[in-house]
């Protein structure tokens, strides 16, 4: 199991990291991970992090389609894998309506063809066999009625197969991973009901697929106070990180089997009910999506992570040397 540190989006004010993601690749961790919502963007601080680095792999988790044209994500992709000697690992994802109709202010529907449509181009830009053209709907290449004509990028990228995973909770957009990705980044990750959730999304996938899993490690001997910071996440994410009809990270704890469970929360949150919905978060469900505890409790935990269909571990929360080397040698010792 190869392990990555999620740094995730920067909250109210800068967060530079580079002390940490220094002290990561000491330590042998894989990869480092940013990621986007609708403050910091996810390039800036791996171009950051990039530049100050040598070995560690560099990941998105995950880039929004709708922020950016294939072209442009293609574009700043090649050009940040160039920088950092081939070391980028390419997540994109669609997002949710909330975000991409209200922040980008671009139309949501049909986000799986969206998708497929969005990672060939990018594909077509890097292999750079012919100037780049595109049926659309989505993104037609050249713009149908205009004066455009087709284009091939004038800069040979590093590889013209920049690893790219998708950001996926549906298990038709984990079935599209697994067709058209190399990896799958799953943001709530049960080990135990994986298999169950996602087996037949993921038979077409290839041997060397990777499911590169976001985990909040949490090493406390206090077992209940770390589940606290894990129900707060999962209060935020199924009360208020989607519509009230439409909320992807309520779905799949629905599918975990919290179905009438996510509903109470999300009914809590919505109602301005915060403290009751946090309250409504079985411990069940919090200490099945991290690894919490003091160390010889997580240890235990590991080996079912070990036993399900998980390749990496992209590990949230740990900053100081202390964790991190303690997580280090309980996934890599």
Do not use: C
């Amino acid at each position: 199991m190869k392990l990555g540190l999620n740094l995730g989006y920067w909250q109210r004010a800068a967060d530079d990291a580079t002390e940490t993601v220094l002290l990561a690749e000491r330590l042998g961790y894989d990869s480092v991970w940013t990621a986007e919502a609708y403050g910091s963007d996810a390039f800036t601080p791996l171009a950051w992090y990039g530049a100050r680095t040598s070995r560690i792999k560099l990941g998105t988790s995950v880039v929004q389609l709708s922020a950016r044209t294939p072209a442009a994500t293609a574009m700043t992709a090649m050009t940040l894998d160039h920088l950092t000697g081939g070391r980028l690992l390419l997540g994109v994802g669609a997002s949710g309506p909330q975000v991409v109709e209200g922040w980008y202010g671009q139309p949501f529907g049909r986000p799986l063809a969206r998708t497929r449509e969005y990672v060939e181009i990018m594909r077509k830009i890097w292999r750079r066999e012919e100037p780049v053209t595109a049926p659309g709907p989505h993104h037609p290449l050249p713009l149908p009625g205009g004066l455009g004509k087709p284009l091939k990028s004038i800069t040979h990228p590093l590889r013209p197969d920049i690893p790219v995973y998708l950001g996926a909770e549906g298990p038709r957009n984990v079935a599209l991973s697994a067709e058209i990705a190399q990896g799958w980044l799953p943001l709530f990750a049960f080990p135990e009901k994986i298999g169950e959730m996602y087996g037949e999304a993921l038979a077409p996938a290839p041997p060397d697929f990777d499911i590169a899993a976001m985990v909040l490690v949490l090493i406390d001997d206090d077992v209940p106070r770390a589940l606290e910071a894990v129900k707060m996440m999962l209060t935020l994410y199924i009360g208020g990180m989607g519509a009230k009809h439409r909320n992807f990270h309520a779905d799949i704890i629905g599918r975990m089997g919290f179905a009438e469970t996510a509903e109470r929360i999300q009914a809590l949150y919505l109602s301005g009910r915060k403290d009751e919905a946090f309250s409504a978060v079985p411990d069940e469900l919090a200490d099945g999506i991290s690894l919490v505890g003091p160390a010889g409790r997580i240890k235990e935990r590991l080996e079912v992570w070990r036993a399900s269909p998980v390749t990496s571990l992209l590990v949230m929360g740990p900053r100081d040397e202390a964790s991190l080397t303690t997580v280090r040698d309980l996934v890599l010792g």
